[in-house]
């Protein structure tokens, strides 16, 4: 299974982007984490097979929303209220579990920036 991330960009505080990831192949737990310059990788939200229960990490609690779409083999992350905080390349990830451990997903996208600043 391969993973293609896009959407990011650079926007600017308060406001909103949405991400996407292409799956090429089926999926099960879809899942998007986020790495900041000089800081580990963090878990920001991952839904399920079925796109009936979602997870969200605390920090981006309220203000993100994940989904998926299965007939177009894609999940998304819609983001709000954009801090300068969430400044990071953000990755989707796949895999047969249902965690937020990094290490849990077998297969990654190459990452896209989200750069949000005044």
């Known amino acids: 299974v391969q993973l293609q991330a896009y959407g990011g960009g650079l926007v600017q505080i308060g406001g909103s982007l949405r991400l996407s990831c292409a799956a090429s192949g089926r999926t099960f737990t879809l899942g998007w984490f986020r790495q900041a310059p000089g800081k580990e990788r963090e878990f920001v939200a991952r839904?399920?097979?079925?796109?009936?229960?979602?997870v969200y990490g605390d920090s981006v609690k309220g203000r993100f929303a994940i989904s998926r779409d299965d007939a177009k083999n894609t999940v998304f992350l819609q983001m709000t209220n954009l801090k300068p905080e969430d400044t990071a390349v953000y990755y989707c990830?796949?895999?047969?579990?249902?965690?937020?451990?990094?290490?849990?997903?077998?297969?990654w996208g190459q990452g896209t920036l989200v750069t949000v600043s005044s």
């Open positions: 990830a796949g895999g047969r579990g249902w965690s937020d451990k990094a290490r849990s997903y077998d297969y």
């Open positions: 839904i399920n097979k079925s796109g009936g229960l979602t």
